[in-house]
């Protein structure tokens, strides 16, 4: 399969993943009570593919074709852009920065509204409103460049672009929860709350989209090669800086470690046999 034929699949792929930002609008208001512990592991297992894909697979691959000064350059590059994003968002609304599950469930000001609208009928609280809708465009904004990788490596390898997927389709999940908490308590809309979640996952597709308008043109062997080691430092950037802090704040150290290591070996695996 060529890399014309591979543009459909890897949109498709990227699809899934940016969407998958719905599930954790699911989670947040059809679950009452979400088992923390199936979080931190999934976490850290997306971390490990990540991880491993990234060292094991990307980088040799972008070393092998483009020498070991610019795979590093383009590495490093892909680092750089995830960090100027997180630079550029708030950090109460930032995906990197947001507060566990349990503590927007929990928080002194959930239940006080929580209270007051069953009491009052209350309207709206403006400030939730504000949090969730902030962090919708934040989590928008963070998930443009994951697109592009997701895009970028399918386009690459299929097989390859499947795993990356589905790990970054898990690491989405608490995002989903981060943006669709604050608008249900606000609004008491599960509708609504899953609207804007789902549209923060849409950035993911724009992000493949943009990058099939501007680079496939363009793409050449040596262009795919830096972009593998691009994408590889953003997923190394989001698993330092995103998926282990946010596994760690839930708890269950050892778990996490758990789901670290099972997520390498079932990537290890899956690459021998494919």
Same mark, same amino acid.
């Given at each position: 399969?060529?890399?014309?034929?591979?543009?459909?699949?890897?949109?498709?792929?990227?699809?899934?993943?940016?969407?998958?930002?719905?599930?954790?609008?699911?989670?947040?208001?059809?679950?009452?009570?979400? @088992?923390?512990?199936?979080?931190?592991?999934?976490? #850290?297992? *997306? =971390?490990?593919? /990540?991880?491993?894909?990234? %060292?094991?697979? +990307?980088?040799?691959?972008?070393?092998?074709?483009?020498?070991?000064?610019?795979?590093?350059?383009?590495?490093?590059?892909?680092?750089?852009?995830?960090?100027?994003?997180?630079?550029?968002?708030?950090?109460?609304?930032?995906?990197?920065?947001?507060?566990?599950?349990?503590?927007?469930?929990?928080?002194?000001?959930?239940?006080?509204? @929580?209270?007051?609208?069953?009491?009052?009928?209350? #309207?709206? *609280? =403006?400030?939730? /409103?504000?949090?969730?809708? %902030?962090?919708? +465009?934040?989590?928008?904004?963070?998930?443009?460049?994951?697109?592009?990788?997701?895009?970028?490596?399918?386009?690459?390898?299929?097989?390859?672009?499947?795993?990356?997927?589905?790990?970054?389709?898990?690491?989405?999940?608490?995002?989903?929860?981060?943006?669709?908490?604050?608008?249900?308590?606000?609004?008491?809309?599960?509708?609504?709350?899953?609207?804007?979640?789902?549209?923060?996952?849409?950035?993911?597709?724009?992000?493949?989209?943009?990058?099939?308008?501007?680079? +496939?043109?363009?793409?050449?062997?040596?262009?795919?090669?830096?972009?593998?080691?691009?994408?590889?430092?953003?997923?190394?950037?989001?698993?330092?800086?995103?998926?282990?802090?946010?596994?760690?704040?839930?708890?269950?150290?050892?778990?996490?470690?758990?789901?670290?290591?099972?997520?390498?070996?079932?990537?290890?695996?899956?690459?021998?046999?494919?």
């Amino acid at each position: 399969m060529n890399v014309s034929e591979q543009v459909i699949p890897a949109l498709l792929l990227t699809v899934f993943a940016g969407l998958s930002t719905g599930i954790g609008s699911a989670i947040a208001y059809f679950i009452k009570k979400p @088992k923390i512990v199936y979080l931190s592991f999934s976490l #850290g297992f *997306s =971390a490990g593919v /990540m991880i491993y894909i990234s %060292f094991m697979e +990307l980088m040799p691959q972008a070393i092998q074709s483009l020498g070991n000064s610019w795979a590093v350059l383009a590495f490093f590059w892909g680092i750089a852009v995830v960090a100027i994003i997180d630079l550029l968002i708030p950090e109460p609304q930032n995906p990197h920065s947001m507060a566990p599950l349990a503590e927007w469930t929990n928080s002194e000001e959930t239940c006080e509204l @929580k209270t007051e609208s069953s009491r009052l009928k209350a #309207g709206p *609280s =403006a400030a939730l /409103m504000r949090t969730g809708l %902030f962090t919708a +465009l934040a989590v928008g904004i963070h998930n443009f460049p994951e697109g592009l990788a997701t895009f970028a490596s399918a386009l690459s390898d299929v097989h390859l672009g499947v795993f990356i997927a589905i790990a970054i389709a898990i690491h989405n999940v608490p995002e989903g929860i981060a943006v669709s908490v604050p608008i249900f308590y606000a609004t008491s809309n599960k509708n609504k709350a899953f609207f804007y979640s789902f549209l923060s996952g849409l950035s993911e597709p724009i992000g493949a989209i943009v990058g099939y308008l501007i680079l +496939l043109p363009f793409l050449t062997p040596g262009l795919l090669a830096a972009l593998l080691a691009f994408v590889a430092g953003i997923m190394i950037y989001i698993s330092l800086d995103e998926l282990l802090p946010l596994a760690h704040r839930y708890g269950h150290g050892h778990l996490v470690i758990a789901g670290i290591v099972l997520g390498m070996l079932v990537m290890a695996i899956s690459l021998v046999i494919l």
